[in-house]
């Protein structure tokens, strides 16, 4: 009986030790700067981007889109990670698309900076420094 419930109690506490990594999510709506090898770097006029990762792990979501001040509509999401996240970075392939048509496909790349806190700024570069967006942190929730 005693086995029985030690088995129990390794069963309800081995799932809780495992998820127990932090958790973040970083979110903007405050754009500084787009680019990509074509019109070089342009100021951002308008984004929304959203982070969310597990610290340690290979749990990441993100997805970011920008407007420049030419008008092109940029967007950057995260396929898979290449390398544990840690506090302030989602490392992994990442598609890059302007408007609406795919131009880096499964390409390396990276946002960091993100564990600067509201009004930090953050960066995100794909196939080394073809495709770029940055801003800033406008809400962060960490647990």
Known sequence: MKNLRLLSALCVLFPALAWSNPVHSVW??????VADPVGGFRTATKANCAFSWTEGTGY????????????????????????????GAIIGNWNVT????????????????????????????????????????TSVYNY
């Not at 903007?28 to 700067?33: I, L, T």
């Open 98 to 137: 302007k408007n609406g048509v795919l131009v880096c496909g499964n390409c390396s790349g990276s946002a960091y900076g993100l564990n600067g806190g509201v009004g930090s700024g953050f960066k995100i570069y794909v196939s080394g420094e073809s495709y770029h967006l940055s801003g800033y942190v």
């Open 28 to 33: 903007s709506n405050s754009p500084m700067f």
């Open 60 to 87: 990441a979501f993100a997805n970011a889109t920008a407007t420049s001040s030419t008008g092109d509509l940029f967007e950057f999401q995260f396929l898979s990670p290449t390398a544990s996240t840690n506090s």
